[in-house]
């Protein structure tokens, strides 16, 4: 979806949020409204270098949520930002292409004529491969995005609220898990437990950190051999 996009309306909401902004060290100029038609609830953090990096929110999502659940949203896309996901999205993608080619170096080109079978295998293979990693690599980023919004909120409830507001809005699809996201209740069952888990957090960044450390691991040598 491509969203034209302008500043924020005078409001409570748009005071609440740049104030949130200001308070993290993320510039408010770059808080922007995406216009939808008030057909889709959704923001995203969008760029990978801090000097290009903005948070839009839809229309929809300023209208329909109150301005405690839209500034949880807001902290939500800036800790996406703050841990720099964007790159290790870039990271794993990198890694995966990487694999893809020196395999096909090793075995050879298929052609899907010649062997419709054995191409549809590995084209398979190689489909569930890159799906498996991604979702398991970007429910961890989702997860230290919410844990993020509660550490510079100071608190689980206004996530979860709009959360669940979202989950209403949006019909039951919404509060099922999708590739990236878990479920609406792993999520809150997940924010809850950081306020009774200080390491909680932590933990998750040791995980992301070992993750990447992983991928690295992999390309560097990979890139070698495609020398």
């Known amino acids: 979806v491509f ?7 005078a ?26 038609g008030e057909r889709l609830l959704n923001a995203c953090g969008v760029g990978l270098l801090p000097a290009w990096q903005y948070v839009v929110v839809s229309d929809a999502l300023v209208e329909r949520l109150s301005p405690e659940e839209v500034e949880a949203v807001v902290a939500h896309e800036v800790g996406h930002l703050a841990h720099r ?3 290790v999205y870039l990271l794993y993608g990198t890694t995966c292409l990487a694999l893809f080619l020196a395999v096909e170096r090793r075995i050879g080109p298929v052609e899907p004529a010649a062997h419709p079978a054995h191409a549809l ?11 498996a990693g991604l979702g398991g690599i970007g429910r961890r980023l989702e997860r230290q ?13 206004p996530l979860q609220r709009a959360l669940e507001t979202i989950a209403a809005l949006g019909g039951a699809h919404a509060a099922r898990a999708t590739l990236l996201h878990g479920s609406l209740r792993d999520r809150i069952v997940r924010i809850a437990r950081a306020q009774r888990d200080p390491d909680f957090p932590r933990r998750t960044a040791r995980q992301i950190r070992w993750t990447v450390v992983a991928l690295l691991a992999v390309l560097v040598p990979v890139l070698f051999s495609l020398l």
């Open 3 to 9: 969203w034209t996009t302008d500043p924020l309306p």
């Open 11 to 36: 409001s409570e909401t748009r005071d609440r949020i740049e104030a949130l902004a200001r308070r993290i060290g993320f510039p408010p100029e770059r808080l922007r409204l995406g216009r939808t």
């Open 85 to 87: 996901h964007f790159l």
């Open 121 to 131: 295998l590995l084209a398979g293979a190689a489909a569930a491969a890159w799906i």
């Open 145 to 157: 995005a919410d844990l993020f919004a509660v550490s510079v909120l100071k608190e689980a409830l």
